[in-house]
C-alpha cells in the first residue's frame, strides 16, 4: 500500500469505457497505464486488438480515416473491409485469409479475414504483481464451416515499458483446417516521420512485386507524406528464429522494438505508405505472405491445424527512450 495515494489509478491501472457517437458507438474500451509512461487502449468488441498505443502522452501508432467501428458496420465482400479498418497499432488478420481476396478449393475468402471484426465472447483483466493481463476469447465459429477459437493474453508489464501479446488458436472443428494470422502492426505519426531510423536485420528483402522492386534500395527510408504514393511491400526473411524490426524517431528519442519468433512466424512484412493522411509503416510478423491463402497454398507455406490441435504464438513489444 503506497502512502502517497487515495486511489491505485493516481499511478496505474485499467479502466473500462465505452464510446458515445459515431460508428464506434457502444464499443468498450480498456484503458490500460502501466504507471511508467505506457499506455494502452484495447477494444474487446473488435478481437481485443490494440487501438492506441502511447508513450508519456506521444502517439506511436495509426489510426486509419475511418476511426473507430463496430463490428456491426463490417462487410466482408470485395474491398468493404477497408471501410472498417480503424487500424490502429494492432489489427489481427485471419484467421481464414491473409492478404487479397481469393478462391481457394472451392471457398471464397474475404480480405484479410473476418476476425478483426468478432467481438469477444468474454474479456476481463487481471493484475499480478508486476503486470495487467488483459484475458479475450474470440470464437471464429460458422456452421458447415471454420471453427476456430481464439484466445489471447495481453500482458502489460509495470516494471518496465513493455508488454507481450500471447495468442492461443484452437481448431474447434472435426477436420484439418488452413489458418492464417497476421499481427498487423501500424506505426504512426510522430514516431514515424521522414527522419525515422526503420532496422529490421533479416538475412533476404523481398519486393513483393515490380513497384516496390523499383524502389527497394530506399526499404528502410521513410518519407514525407506524398500525393499519390502507391504502397510499397517488401518480405524480410531471417536466417533465425530471432526475428525483430524497430523504429526510432531522433527528434522525439523514442524507439519501439518488435520480437517473435520467426521460424513459427515466418512471413515478416513491411508495409511502406507514404501518402497523404494515409501515412503509415507497417511492421507485420505472420505466418504468412498477404498474398491470399491459394497463393500460401501453391507455394507450400499454408499452415494447418488437425482437430482440437492448439498453436501459440507470442509477440513482445518493447518501448525504450
Known sequence: MNPYIGHESQIRGVEE??????????????EINNGKGLMLTVTPDRNGDIMRLRYKGVNLGYMSPCGYVAPAYYDKSGDEWLRSFTAGFLTTCG???????????????????????????????????????????????????????FARELIVSTEENAFEIHDTITNTNDQVQPMEILYHMNMGYPLLDEDSVIEIPAAEVIARNDHAANDIRNWMHMQKPTVGYQERCYYHKFADENGKASIYQPKLNVGLEIS??????????????????????????????????????????????????????????????
Open 260 to 321: 517473435f519468433n520467426a521460424a513459427e512466424l515466418d512471413g515478416f512484412i513491411e508495409w511502406k505508405m507514404m501518402g497523404v493522411r494515409d501515412y503509415v509503416l507497417g511492421l507485420e510478423c505472420g505466418n504468412c505472405y498477404p498474398d491470399g491463402r491459394k497463393a500460401m497454398r501453391e507455394s507450400g507455406m499454408l499452415k494447418f491445424l488437425k482437430p482440437g490441435e492448439k498453436k501459440e504464438y507470442r509477440v513482445k513489444v518493447r518501448i525504450a527512450e
Open 17 to 30: 469505457h465505452r464510446l458515445v457517437g459515431g460508428k464506434g458507438d457502444g464499443m468498450r474500451l480498456y
Open 95 to 149: 484467421l481464414e485469409n491473409v492478404g487479397v481476396i481469393n478462391e481457394d478449393e472451392g471457398e471464397q475468402v474475404p480480405l484479410h479475414g473476418t476476425l478483426a471484426n468478432l467481438p469477444c465472447e468474454r474479456a476481463y483483466w487481471t493484475e499480478e504483481e508486476d503486470k495487467f493481463i488483459v484475458h479475450t476469447l474470440t470464437k471464429d465459429e460458422v456452421i458447415f464451416g471454420r471453427k476456430f477459437q
